[in-house]
């Protein structure tokens, strides 16, 4: 079967990581926190900020500005979105597949609000993307399977007719048992010579 519409992760695979464990930990030294404290405060209310039902500000007073800090919000605010970084030849990688193939795009991620709305807008990624099926808009996560089927539901098109790309094992597996076909990436000439596989070829 035709592969007619490709669901893609964001964050490790078309962008660096929007606020990943490294990103946190440069942080905790930046500002001279305590780095295992704000991990564990980011692992307790982390997946409410992503599902969209707290404010970026609301999650920051719960990890960071639950006392006096020598620091303003949005001094950490700049920080955290100043950190993110296209991968153009994966972007450019995309671009072409859809284009020469006639292809839907549809974002499938899990990130806040805030942060996706400005790396959104940075990258310019209405430009490459169809449809936006983001935690922080719909609600859910992956790797529940909601999200998947919110996916399939924008997409319209059936699992055979789409590939899945993530850099996250869990989500790939939850993915491969809902029988959406998938790639699991890991850098941009694998994932090249497997779409190339299955007939999306430059």
């Not at 319209?156 to 990436?185: M, N, S, W, Y």
């Amino acid at each position: 079967m035709a592969i007619k519409g490709l669901l893609l992760d964001i964050g490790g695979v078309l962008l660096t990581k929007g606020w990943g464990r490294h990103l946190r930990t440069q942080a905790a030294q930046r500002f001279g926190l305590d780095c295992d404290e704000m991990q564990d405060r980011h692992a307790v209310v982390f997946h409410i900020y992503e599902e969209g039902r707290i404010s970026l500000s609301e999650y920051l007073k719960r990890i960071v500005f639950y006392e006096k800090r020598d620091f303003t919000e949005e001094q950490f605010v700049d920080f955290m979105f100043s950190h993110s970084e296209p991968y153009p030849d994966m972007i450019e990688l995309i671009r072409g597949i859809k284009s020469q193939h006639g292809l839907q795009a549809v974002a499938l991620s899990n990130e806040g609000r805030e942060l996706t709305n400005y790396r959104i807008d940075k990258f310019n990624l209405r430009q490459l993307i169809d449809f936006f099926v983001c935690s922080c808009y719909v609600g859910a996560e992956k790797p529940d399977p909601a999200i998947f089927s919110l996916a399939m539901d924008q997409v319209q098109l059936r699992k055979d007719e789409v590939i899945f790309i993530d850099d996250t094992a869990l989500h790939i597996e939850v993915a491969r048992e809902l029988g959406i076909p998938t790639i699991h990436h890991v850098d941009v000439a694998s994932t090249k010579a497997e779409l190339a596989a299955v007939g999306l070829n430059l």
